[in-house]
């Protein structure tokens, strides 16, 4: 079998067409919705804690998390990334598998400090690591919906053979 190439197809009546592009940007909606809601979680504690709102050592209580300046700043970037990443198909995944391995590694980091006593360096504890399960789930979910197909490739069909001859489509009679 000829592997097809770029020559072959140049003379083809063959086209890519990509089955599924109302699929990919659905997904795209989910990513721009969990960077808003990481931009406006990580902005309002941000701002909470400019503020001089009380929170010691563990962060400032933004709902039921207490977000340090750190960690703020970690959730915001990535929102922000998140919703910048909406624009662009590659970087739509690429951003995906950041979120999967990075909210990975902070839920390990946040569950083997919340298992010592004390406070640790970023003052998480296993309400942020519930979170950060829970933005490892959604991220993960979200990739195999955008990787589908992103994996799948193109398919080939045959293009309109009128197109190449340069006469008009003659439609189908069907009989009554």
Do not use: C
Not at 46 to 71: F, Q, Y
């Amino acid at each position: 079998m000829v592997p097809i190439t770029k020559s072959a197809r140049a003379g083809s009546r063959l086209r890519p067409v990509n089955l599924a592009p109302v699929h990919f940007r659905g997904g795209r909606w989910f990513l721009l919705a969990e960077g808003i809601a990481l931009v406006a979680l990580s902005g309002s504690a941000l701002i909470a804690g400019r503020a001089g709102a009380p929170g010691g050592p563990d962060g400032v209580r933004a709902l039921v998390l207490s977000l340090t300046p750190r960690h703020s700043w970690v959730l915001l970037g990535f929102g922000l990334a998140a919703a910048l990443a909406t624009l662009h198909r590659g970087a739509t995944i690429a951003v995906t598998v950041l979120g999967v391995v990075g909210f990975l590694l902070l839920f390990a980091i946040g569950a083997a400090a919340a298992a010592r006593p004390g406070v640790a360096a970023w003052g998480l504890d296993m309400r942020d690591a519930a979170l950060h399960l829970g933005l490892v789930v959604y991220n993960l979910v979200l990739l195999f919906w955008l990787a589908t197909t992103a994996l799948q490739g193109r398919v080939w069909v045959r293009g309109n053979r009128t197109e190449d001859s340069g006469r008009a489509p003659q439609r189908k009679r069907h009989p009554r």
